[in-house]
């Protein structure tokens, strides 16, 4: 910003006299946006969204994805399928830069200035537009070492004194039960994790190495299932899938940039995923 932390204090309290409301929060570790300064950032993005129209407009350039693009997503799904898909989108648009954020975490998307993402589950903050990129099917996997020492289970309720794998946060949204569907039957298993990793690709290792249990994305397994180093468990018995969604700031004005990552999403993850559905039987 090529500006100086107490210039931008100075401008802060300037603002804040202004408009008599205090826009950030402040501790002795960090700061924070009040309400009001969540209000004032959405706002103050929605005009500059306003002015970049109007300039790109006046330069013939509305079509052409240029700038730079902060990208969130799970970490699992950035490593697999994000940062391929930002490799493309820089081939089709040269004049475009982009940084990919990667978390489990809940993200706080405007406060934290991000463009775009790629997020799981329901979408509930309503200053976000989603649109759905597919259902990815989850699966229950564990070694075969393990699944020959305790015996092959015929129902969810044969897993009750089996370890278990989590994920930490519950990203994926398994927390301490697991709900299973067979045909009109449905059973819901509860368990505590003897393990909590914060990554599906940790949790992938530690099931290999034999510690437990545990419920992956089937897109996290299927090479390891195919090679017959995992193996499916109660594969008759369905799990919830989990949706995965492109979001974006709601505005009357979505950047080229934003545009371009969004199409790409929706023209190309689906077919990331199309092989994965009939891995549960094969």
Request: aromatic share 6%.
């Amino acid at each position: 910003m090529h500006t100086t932390q107490p210039t931008l204090s100075r401008q802060l309290q300037q603002l804040e006299s202004l408009l008599d409301a205090p826009l950030v929060q402040r501790d002795t570790r960090s700061m924070s946006l009040t309400a009001a300064g969540q209000r004032l950032l959405v706002d103050a993005r929605e005009i500059l969204d306003h002015v970049q129209a109007v300039t790109l407009r006046a330069n013939g350039e509305h079509a052409a994805p240029r700038g730079h693009l902060r990208v969130v997503t799970t970490i699992d799904m950035g490593q697999y399928h994000v940062a391929p898909l930002l490799a493309r989108l820089r081939d089709q648009c040269p004049q475009l830069t982009a940084e990919m954020h990667v978390t489990n975490r809940p993200v706080k998307f405007v406060e934290e200035g991000f463009d775009c993402g790629v997020l799981v589950g329901a979408i509930t903050d309503d200053r976000l537009v989603a649109k759905r990129l597919l259902e990815n099917p989850r699966v229950l996997v564990a070694a075969p070492a393990l699944v020959k020492k305790l015996g092959i289970p015929e129902k969810p309720g044969d897993l009750e004194a089996w370890p278990w794998v989590g994920l930490l946060g519950a990203h994926f949204l398994i927390d301490n039960s697991v709900p299973f569907t067979n045909g009109c039957k449905t059973e819901t298993l509860s368990f505590d994790a003897a393990l909590r990793l914060d990554g599906v690709t940790s949790m992938r290792a530690a099931v290999l190495a034999g510690a437990g249990v545990a419920v992956l994305p089937l897109f996290s397994v299927r090479e390891a299932v195919a090679a017959g180093t995992l193996q499916l468990i109660l594969h008759d018995w369905i799990i919830p899938p989990v949706e995965f969604h492109a979001v974006y700031l709601a505005s009357s004005f979505v950047p080229a940039k934003v545009r371009a990552f969004v199409d790409l999403c929706v023209q190309e993850m689906p077919g990331r995923f199309d092989d994965v559905g009939s891995e549960r039987t094969g």
